[in-house]
């Protein structure tokens, strides 16, 4: 039995579909029963609750030969690290009950950092956490920057014709789309190839700058001079809580951005074939592009 948290997201969806076309036996969690119908018609089985809700984790957890965990992002929670705490304690609590062996966490290059890292500190803390259960095989994915998050831009460009955030435009980032993410999970969910407590980093296919990737996406949507503008912090703050989240996620995001702008450390990896994966920023440029349109 696999059991994949998150399963309406990007990531847990696709890991969920991986595996049920493997022709494994997969039970999803999610807050939905209808938002997980397309993954139940395809026979997996569905746990619909709260991942704050220890007691519905640990019977969703029963039975479990390995479990895909995350953190869901919440974008209007008023304190951003306590609700990834909350939701971290039930899941290592509920993984101790359900004698649960093998465990794929979803975390976040930069994660070993404990402070400074705006919404990878609560996944620093889950990974401590995960770290001190006995007896339990966990492998925690660190990827980078999600090439998804820049769809979160667009309404910034339809308001005002540029694309922009706090961080600055001309440092190289590594970004990945989020199903090679699921690929990678779905791997080693498959196979079973980790123990003790590791983790590993996954860099996307390349570095790309803010400046870079906007005239890419720009370009896809048939928008040229599409231009990136460096916002400053509280003016970001300020634009996200305006576009509705809340002020500590906000604050948390701008927190992030200034890590990136001084040269703070998040990895010191170096690029190799393992933590390179295929899908360029070109090939989503038209993902964002489709988006655009129909937004």
Known sequence: MFVITGATGNIGKRVAERLLAEGKDVRVIGRSAERLKELTDKRAQAAVGSLEDEAFLTEAFNGATVVFAMIPTDLGTENLREHQNRIGEAIANALTKAGVKYVVNLSSLGAHLPEKTGPVTGLHDQEQRLNKLQGVNVLHLRPTFFMENLLNYIPLVKAMGVN????????????????????????????????????????????????????????????????????????????????????????????????????IAITDAVRTEENTTETPIEEFAETWAEAYKNS
Do not use: W
């Open 164 to 263: 922009g955030s706090a961080m600055k435009g001309d440092i190289p980032v590594p970004m990945i789309a989020t199903k090679d993410i699921a690929e990678v999970a779905a791997d080693h969910l498959l196979e079973l190839d980790f123990s003790g407590h590791t983790f590993e980093e996954l860099l996307g296919p390349r570095d790309v700058s803010m400046e870079e990737a906007t005239k890419i996406l720009g370009k896809a949507a048939g928008i040229d001079d599409l231009k990136y503008t460096q916002f400053p912090y509280q003016e970001a703050e300020i634009g996200m809580a305006n576009a509705g989240l809340s002020r500590d996620m906000a604050r948390s995001y701008v927190e992030l951005q200034k890590c990136v702008n001084e040269g």
